[in-house]
């Protein structure tokens, strides 16, 4: 048994005994007679109200218990979670009556720390069918209900008490019209049973849900599954939805108690974007389910054969590939040639430096992990590089790319003239450049996707927390590992060149591959915020070169310094609020539209832009291609120019008929972010091959040539 599934068994035992004591003392309250009864306490206040105003010989009618819960806490459904209790209800009822089971509303998802519970907040309402005996004579008939709970904000509370409903008998039952809003609430928060041909597989650690329920993707705000049973499913893990016109399909993560016995039997609740009068409303809709396990038609596979070792395996492999990537080695590059200053010297300390740059790549890998896996877990539909898809966080890059340039290129040196501000970011000696290096490096690596790395992303995010973690811990440390072992080799510094006037000429030609990332980012926010998005980044960057210029030369009378300061203090502030005012690009603005299809000097195939309506259409008709593709994803745009963008590729898609479908990634695409968690991945690019309008997609490789695509096309039947 693992260290994660001991947890849960210890967890859920430990409720078990809670729950238990709590039974065991809960004695009962004063009973109260009416035909309306309430319960004030200090956490929740219970009322017992009855649909009717009389009771008639053999006709069921509803009672309801409601919970007022006060704000902050909350108690639990009847499958309550990674910890709590349900709600409990024993009746004591005259002769020949009887109650039936409580019908649940559906709940929510309420995180505590690394749990995730199932329950109700601020109100709950529990409706139970009460049968009257055949004959009843005329009088009054007494039901009497023994209600416990638990609530819990940061500690939890059992309560109890006793509610009575005194009703006549023996006449009609006429409709009690004060609780008919109340009612009708409670019925709208019943999930629906209809006959739904739900399905559910369990792939490697996954569980694939089928429910045959479609809906409009861009109406559809979200799906949570709650399964009746405690422990089948890992709780917090995200809950991966994938929607078409006639499906929607949840990727699961096993729980601790799962078995390939296990039922899956439970609700969903599908919240919906619904306008009203202008406005934007959530609707939430529930249906209870019960799925039989079988093979899933159309399921596309999810991480299949994973397991956590392989999955931190191709992490640090795709780790180590990364110091390749064109956004990377620049960077890279440039701590090389600090460490060449050190050669020779204190053989400790230039191995101390290592390990400091290690510790900055794998902590900004984690943060990043960590924010992203939170934002998941609160619904966004998001993946590897999401921070890349807000205009600011580009506009930002490019100031820091430019004036990383400007450092490297002569123009500027933060130094002590400047009132101790600080050294330049990649000149430091000490380790906090070196620490600050591998922040840097790991932000720049943030749009690309290296071999291997794709599948262990996608991996992770399926995972608990702490394996996603140490799997984003693992890529890293593959990331930093080259750099490290060179300060652990002798033989290889002393391969490298010794000090010398070489080395300034090669810091100024590292610039400039500083200035090509900030000209590719300004293109990149072409496609984000259009034309007014460049011209503020670039009014940003006149601001922060005016700032610079003024801070050149600090000599003077301390009032002359102190002036300077302020004013380039406040053209610093004024460069910094412009990305904020960045917006989506509006129509019109002559930004990049996949839906008008290529310019005219394409000479790939021609295509369209993705959607799920499309590619479902397509697929009727025959064989389609999807590239999910963005263009921050510099492998994306590589693969595009030598393998994609070829008119060899686009005789070969003619001949067989395949149909091309390009999602754009570049700013947040629910419908893609769907997609890419379908197979298992985080982020771009990703390449699907689909053979017709069954069956699952083939995955051709991250990194493309013209071979493998055409061969891929000539091997459909």
């Known amino acids: 048994m693992n260290l994660d599934n001991l947890l849960h068994r210890t967890a859920h035992l430990s409720r078990l005994l809670v729950v238990s004591l709590w039974l065991s003392l809960a004695g009962p309250a004063a009973a109260q007679a009416s035909d309306f009864t309430t319960s004030d306490g200090p956490n929740v206040n219970v009322s017992l109200v009855s649909e009717v105003t ?29 910890s709590g209790a349900p709600t409990e209800i024993t009746w004591d009822l005259p002769a020949g009556y009887s109650a039936g089971e409580i019908q649940w509303p559906f709940p929510e998802r309420i995180a505590y720390g690394p749990l995730v519970n199932f329950g109700y907040n601020n109100l709950a309402l529990y409706p139970v069918l009460i049968t009257p005996p055949a004959e009843v004579s005329a009088g009054t008939a007494t039901l009497t209900a023994k209600v416990r709970w638990l609530v819990c904000a940061d500690i939890c509370i059992p309560e109890n008490t006793t509610l009575t409903l005194t009703l006549p008998t023996g006449t009609d039952a006429g409709i009690n ?60 893990a995200a809950q991966q939805l994938l929607l078409t016109d006639n499906n929607m399909t949840l990727t699961l993560t096993q729980g601790w108690d799962y078995s ?56 640090f492999v795709g780790g180590l590939i990364l110091n390749l990537m064109p956004c990377v080695f620049p960077v890279l590059s440039i701590k090389v040639l600090s460490l060449v200053q050190q050669v020779g010297g204190d053989e400790t300390r230039i191995r101390a430096h290592g390990w400091v740059y290690l510790l900055g790549v794998v902590l900004s890998f984690t943060l990043i992990a960590g924010v992203l896996i939170g934002l998941r877990a609160g619904g966004a539909q998001i993946g590897w590089g ?37 050294e330049s970011l990649l000149q430091r000696q000490g380790y906090s450049g070196s620490f600050l290096t591998g922040v840097l490096a790991t932000i720049v690596a ?127 502030a004024l460069a910094l609020s412009l990305p904020i005012q960045l917006q989506a690009p509006a129509a019109g603005d002559g930004s990049q539209d996949l839906a008008s299809g290529p310019s005219q000097s394409y000479a790939g195939p021609v295509y369209g832009a993705y ?58 695409d629910a ?16 390449y699907l091959l689909y053979a017709g309008p069954t069956g699952e997609a083939q995955v051709l490789p991250q990194i493309l040539t013209q071979g493998i695509v055409i061969d891929a096309i000539n091997g459909l039947p």
């Open 54 to 82: 009389g009771i008639e010989a053999g006709k069921p009618f509803w009672v309801m218990l409601r919970q007022e819960i006060r704000p902050g806490w909350h108690t639990y459904w009847r499958n309550p979670g990674d």
């Open 177 to 236: 019209m004060s609780a008919q809003a109340i009612f009708l609430a409670a019925r709208q928060q019943v999930p629906a049973v209809i006959d739904l041909d739900a399905r559910w597989a369990s792939v490697g650690q996954q569980l694939v849900l089928q429910v045959p329920l479609g809906g409009d993707p861009k109406q559809v705000r979200k799906v949570d599954y709650f399964p009746f049973t405690d422990g089948v499913i890992e709780n917090p």
């Open 260 to 315: 390939a016995a296990s039922s899956l039997d439970g609700i969903i609740v599908v919240y919906e974007n619904v306008g009203f009068d202008g406005a934007e409303d959530v609707v939430a809709s529930a249906f209870e389910i019960r799925p039989a396990s079988g093979p899933i038609a159309g399921s596309p596979p999810v991480a299949a054969g994973t397991s956590v070792w392989t999955a931190i395996l191709f992490a």
């Open 386 to 422: 999401f921070q890349l898809q807000s205009p600011w966080v580009i506009g930002l890059l490019v100031y820091l790319f430019f004036l990383i340039g400007l450092n490297l290129s002569g123009f500027f040196e933060i130094g002590t003239r400047m009132m101790g501000l600080g």
């Open 446 to 572: 943030a749009p690309c996707t290296a071999p291997f790395m794709a599948s262990a992303i996608g991996f992770a995010l399926t995972q608990s927390n702490l394996v996603a973690l140490t799997i984003f811990a693992a890529l890293g440390l593959g990331m930093a590992a080259p750099y490290l072992l060179l300060c652990y080799s002798p033989a290889l510094l002393r391969a490298l060149p010794r000090p010398g006037a070489w080395m300034a000429r090669f810091k100024e030609l590292l610039a400039f591959p500083m200035y090509a990332s900030a000209i590719w980012l300004v293109w990149v926010l072409t496609q984000q915020a259009g034309s007014m998005g460049v011209l503020l980044i670039l009014g940003g960057l006149l601001l922060l070169v005016f700032a610079i210029w003024l801070l050149r030369d600090l000599g003077g009378s301390l009032l002359r310094r102190r002036v300077l300061m302020v004013m380039a203090l406040m053209l610093v």
């Open 611 to 668: 959607s799920d309506a499309k590619l479902a259409s397509l697929r009727a008709g025959g064989p389609v291609f999807v590239n999910l593709t963005a263009a921050w994803c510099i492998t994306c745009k590589v693969n595009e120019a030598v393998a994609l963008n070829l008119d060899a590729v686009r005789l070969a898609f003619e001949a067989k008929g395949v149909q091309y479908l390009k999602g754009d990634w570049t700013n947040q």
């Open 671 to 686: 419908e893609i972010s769907r997609l890419l968690e379908a197979y298992g991945r985080s982020g771009v690019p990703l």
